[in-house]
């Protein structure tokens, strides 16, 4: 968890004033994380602080705020009828354009009931800055103190289509994933592409393939299977730490077939997963694009479909 700060330009682009509501300290049960936050302005909201009444309030109050900013402390039981039993703290921030280009892009540390920067904060940033480490979200004698949040894991989807475009959207908003989308030319891609994913259009798709980063994920759906069996090719080749094809066992044996003709061992053939998802929720774009998030999140779910499709 960290500071959004692409989401929160975006959201200031798009709306001008915007409030940034962040959960800034947690005593007993919380419906959220310190650090999870929503965004509010005056006639809609995106993220979540959790809570149902909290959530609601709380961005009433946002719409409603004249301070730069400010701190609110709730009791969820007594104050909002809530079945958690503890109390939150908020932190409520006003950004504009000005306000967003002033933040820093690794570590965002500001005063919300203080002035002067504490020496708790000075070290806490020296250290950071020093070992590279990331802080925790936390908020530290009056001040709030959040890392830039950076999505962990690149991913790259192949392919434009129905699937394809079920998978953007389903796969966009996870926090920890930088999507890569790649097809054969603009018109393959919707008019609106969700948020944070990049857009390539490429006459030549394969010729990307050594652009990726060697940890990235792959998900190959193209419209042509000989465009995926050269990408798979591509791949093998290349490295990654995951890559999925669609496609049916029929066609899965045809392509380990042309891939072993092609000179890869079995055993590095076998490093991708075919199909992709889980088949139990059937061929429905949004079923597969489902199937495939659980996929991607549960480390090791890969080997354990393949094991239930061999069995």
């Known amino acids: 968890m960290g500071f959004d700060l692409e989401a929160l330009k975006t959201a200031v682009a798009e709306h001008g004033r915007v409030v940034r509501v962040v959960i800034a300290a947690i005593k007993g049960s919380s419906p959220r994380e310190v ?11 995106s993220g979540t602080i959790g809570g149902g009444t909290l959530e609601y309030r709380a ?7 004249t301070d730069p900013a400010r701190l609110s402390h709730h009791a969820l039981g007594p104050d909002l009828g809530q079945c958690c039993g503890g109390a939150i703290t908020l932190v409520s921030e006003v950004y504009d ?9 690794m570590v965002v540390a500001r005063p919300v ?7 708790s904060i000075k070290r806490l940033l020296a250290r950071s800055r020093g070992q590279g480490i990331a802080p925790e979200p936390q908020l530290i004698d009056g001040w709030m103190v959040e890392p830039v949040h950076k999505p962990a894991r690149g991913l790259w989807i192949w392919g434009a289509g129905h699937v394809g475009r079920a998978l953007a959207d389903v796969l966009a908003p996870l926090p920890d994933l930088a999507i890569t989308w790649i097809d054969t030319a603009p ?4 008019d609106t592409v969700p948020a944070g994913v990049t857009v390539v259009p490429a006459a030549k798709p394969a010729e990307l393939v050594r ?14 299977h000989s465009l995926d069996l050269e990408l798979c090719n591509r791949l093998l080749l290349h490295d990654f730490r995951f890559a999925g094809l669609i496609g049916s066992a029929t066609k899965w044996a ?9 000179g890869h061992p079995p055993e590095r053939i076998g490093r991708i997963t075919c199909p992709i998802g889980d088949p139990a929720l059937g061929k429905h774009p949004q079923m597969i694009a489902v199937g495939v998030a659980a996929q991607l999140l549960r480390p090791g779910l890969e080997n354990e479909l393949k094991k239930d499709l061999s069995a």
């Open 211 to 224: 652009h990726a980063p060697r940890d990235a994920e792959h998900l190959v759906l193209t419209y042509s």
């Open 187 to 190: 018109e393959r891609f919707p």
């Open 97 to 105: 354009a000005e306000a967003v280009a002033a933040l820093d892009d």
């Open 59 to 65: 961005a009433e109050a946002a719409r409603r705020q």
């Open 35 to 45: 650090g999870a936050a929503m965004l509010v302005w005056r006639d809609g909201q």
């Open 113 to 119: 009931a203080g002035a002067q920067m504490p020496l």
């Open 254 to 262: 045809r392509f380990r077939s042309r891939l072993a003709a092609l």
